[in-house]
């Protein structure tokens, strides 16, 4: 059994996922803290606008005016139309406002000290640290992102490496064995998790199938022996009456006859059927005649039509040859044709071979729809079928087997089938 390991693909499979998770943790965590350093900075100026508050609020208590504030960046207007320009019209329009933006990248912020005024406002232009170095800081956080996806890709190759040996260890031993090679457990030499199941799982299922294989071949021997034995005695049985044909009627000769051609078929059939069986049956390299085939199995099944008004029309010519063994030809013609006969109950069968293609069709039944993709799977059959269902799986077998493509068409009515 010779299966082909991919060594690799779960190792990659594992690292991907390592490091496309290890890159997206990477990046969340780096715009997070951008965003807390915005955030920071934002609130430091808010605290600083609260000190400015409180200082201004104590001299007002004192003086009862209010005193200039200490820091240069910040001032101090009574109403919002004392704003400066830049930023007077987003105030008035939004005055909940804390944050605004002004002109050429200059940045306010905004603390109401009463609900009508006064207002403190901090020009913060030339305090900002994170606006002001954001290239850098982005350039720094994509920096360690990189080093981080680096550790992952390190840390998810070894990581990767040995959760797949023992797979890849699993897959060499299982690459060159069969049912029948199966000398050593697979189960003990793995540990209690999902591949020790698997190993566990895999020798079971080799196990049966080495049971099945056994049975079948007990099944082919016996068959061979059993059956066998009773076809010679048929044969011989034959051959004694053939030998008292001079005191038989014409009746009886042709029932001899008809014996004696059934008991060929059933050997021939049976050898076949066997040879199936051990995959010992070869493809044929010689070509054989059509038409004597085809002209025999029509008489052969011509007790299924005697009484119908059927029409058999032949469309084979005499010099017709295709490469199948003889009796390969015979069981497939047999079953077909058989089956054509069968379920046509008047119009027209016809047989016809041209360019290795052999055409049946026929005015019958049909196919039902309910079978019809499912008509060469074993014991499937018709529900006005008499048969067991095995004849066209036995045909789509030998089709396989010889390399042939088989084609079952539903027709509007009856049913075609090709074989080329």
């Known amino acids: ?41 934002d609130k430091f100026f808010q605290l600083r606008l609260k ?23 910040i001032q101090i207007y009574k109403t919002l139309n004392e704003f400066p320009d830049e930023i007077r019209s987003t105030m008035l329009d939004e005055p909940e406002r804390i944050e605004v933006s002004g002109n ?19 020009e913060v232009s030339s305090q900002l640290l994170i606006r002001s170095n954001r290239k ?41 064995l069969s049912p029948t090679s199966l000398s050593q457990s697979l189960k003990h030499q793995y540990p ?13 299922s080799m196990e049966q199938i080495q049971t099945y294989i056994e049975r079948e071949q007990h099944f082919t021997r016996d068959a061979s022996h059993e059956l066998r034995t009773p076809i010679a005695i048929i044969k011989t049985s034959l051959e004694l009456l053939k030998n008292t044909r001079h005191s038989m009627t014409d009746n009886q000769k042709q029932l001899i006859a008809q014996i004696d051609s059934s008991c060929l078929q059933m050997e021939q059939m049976i050898t076949i059927l066997l040879a199936l069986a051990r995959q010992e049956h070869p ?6 005649r059509v038409l004597p085939i085809v002209e025999q199995v029509i008489v052969e099944k011509s007790r299924l039509i005697e009484d119908k008004p059927v029409q058999v029309n032949v469309q084979v010519t005499s010099n017709a040859e295709k490469v199948i063994h003889q009796h390969d030809l015979h069981i497939l013609l047999s079953n077909l044709i058989g089956n054509a006969f069968q379920y046509t109950q008047k119009g027209c069968v016809t047989v016809q071979f041209s ?26 059959k018709g529900q006005h079928s008499q048969g067991f269902g095995i004849g066209l799986s036995l045909v789509a077998r030998l089709c396989e087997h010889q390399g042939l493509s088989l084609e079952i068409e539903k027709l509007p009515e009856g049913t075609k089938v090709v074989i080329e």
């Open 283 to 288: 493809k044929a390299t010689k070509p054989v």
């Open 104 to 122: 050429n990248n200059r940045y306010f912020h905004i603390l109401q000290i009463y609900e009508n005024g006064p207002y403190l406002v901090a």
């Open 1 to 41: 059994m010779n299966i082909p390991v991919r060594q690799f693909s779960l190792r990659n499979q594992i690292l991907r996922y390592f490091v496309g998770f290890a890159l997206f943790l990477s990046l969340l965590f780096s715009g997070l803290n951008f965003l807390n350093l915005y955030t920071i900075e």
């Open 51 to 73: 000190e400015e508050e409180a200082y201004l609020l104590d001299v007002f208590k004192k003086k009862n005016e209010w005193p200039k504030p200490r820091a240069e960046y």
């Open 355 to 380: 360019d290795g293609r052999l055409t049946i069709t026929d005015t019958g039944i049909g196919l039902e729809d309910s079978i019809k993709d499912r008509i060469t799977e074993p014991l499937v």
């Open 192 to 204: 209690n998790n999902e591949v020790g199941q698997l190993a566990s799982a895999l020798e079971y």
């Open 136 to 176: 850098t800081i982005l350039w720094f956080l994509g920096f360690w992102t990189m080093i981080l996806t680096a550790i992952a890709i390190y840390l998810g190759y070894r990581l990767g490496n040995r959760a797949i040996k023992p797979v890849t260890q699993l897959a060499k031993e299982i690459e060159h």
